[in-house]
């Protein structure tokens, strides 16, 4: 069965950078994307970006263009997920999902399998 | 503001059939399939309709998705007391060249 199991809860400065990671199990790695979602307390869904667990291939929202870098050790079935320059704003469970129909260089917006997510709180 | 809209709110009574709209434009539900979560609250979404009316494994059939020009539906037939929850819908969108998520509706089970 696949899992995919996020890192424990971070505690973070502003201007500090958190990296999160998501160990796959149960399917082969290399075969697709990872997406990461945010969610912050009480609010919506928000996409951040993926990563295609073969190539390494990345796409970022342009929201976070210049301060996520999304990285994958394929030899450890595991997904990375690093956001810098961390305001108050950037408190959030953050989720790593699989994609289901993603395919070449393009995920798609159906994630089946996800984290348990990872909360990163960020506080002076 | 979120690029698809969905109402804040929606219930019903057990039985009844709740239908959710997500609103769009033609630069993502307009060209792009839509998908349907449902998050429990303290939990991570789960994936109720993928490809606009494809419903993964496991998922009962009383939960359906449809598309009408710019706008996606997810209907919920036979309504339990379990189907209350939070539900997003999701998609690419062409102009923004990303994947977006609507605000999401809190369906309430009266």
């Known amino acids: 069965q696949v899992h995919l199991v996020e890192s424990g809860a971070e505690v973070k400065k502003p201007g500090a950078s958190v990296k999160v990671s998501c160990r796959a199990s149960?399917?082969?790695?290399?075969?697709?994307?990872i997406q990461w979602v945010r969610q912050a307390p009480g609010q919506g869904l928000e996409w951040m970006g993926w990563?295609?667990?073969?190539?390494?291939?990345?796409k970022y929202s342009q929201r976070f263009q210049g301060r996520v870098t999304m990285t994958r050790d394929a030899s450890a079935s595991t997904a990375y997920m690093e956001l810098s320059s961390l305001t108050s704003e950037d408190t959030a469970m953050y989720f790593c999902?699989?994609?289901?129909?993603?395919?070449?260089?393009?995920?798609?917006?159906?994630?089946?399998?996800w984290g348990q997510g990872s909360l990163v709180t960020v506080s002076s | 503001q979120s690029v698809l809209t969905q109402p804040p709110s929606a219930s019903g009574t057990p039985g009844q059939r709740v239908t959710i709209s997500c609103s769009g434009s033609?630069?993502?539900?307009?060209?792009?399939?839509a998908n349907w979560y449902q998050q429990l609250p303290g939990t991570a979404p789960k994936l109720l309709i993928y490809s606009t009316n494809q419903r993964p494994s496991g998922v009962p059939d009383r939960f359906s998705g449809s598309k009408s020009g710019t706008s996606a539906s997810l209907a919920v037939s036979g309504l339990q007391s379990e189907d209350e929850a939070d539900y997003y819908c999701a998609t690419w969108d062409d102009s923004l060249k990303g994947l977006v998520f609507g605000g999401g509706t809190k369906l309430t089970v009266l």
């Open positions: 999902a699989r994609d289901l129909l993603g395919a070449g260089n393009y995920g798609s917006a159906a994630f089946d399998y």
């Open positions: 149960g399917y082969t790695f290399t075969r697709y994307f």
């Open positions: 990563i295609h667990g073969g190539s390494g291939y990345t």
């Open positions: 033609s630069s993502n539900i307009g060209g792009n399939t």
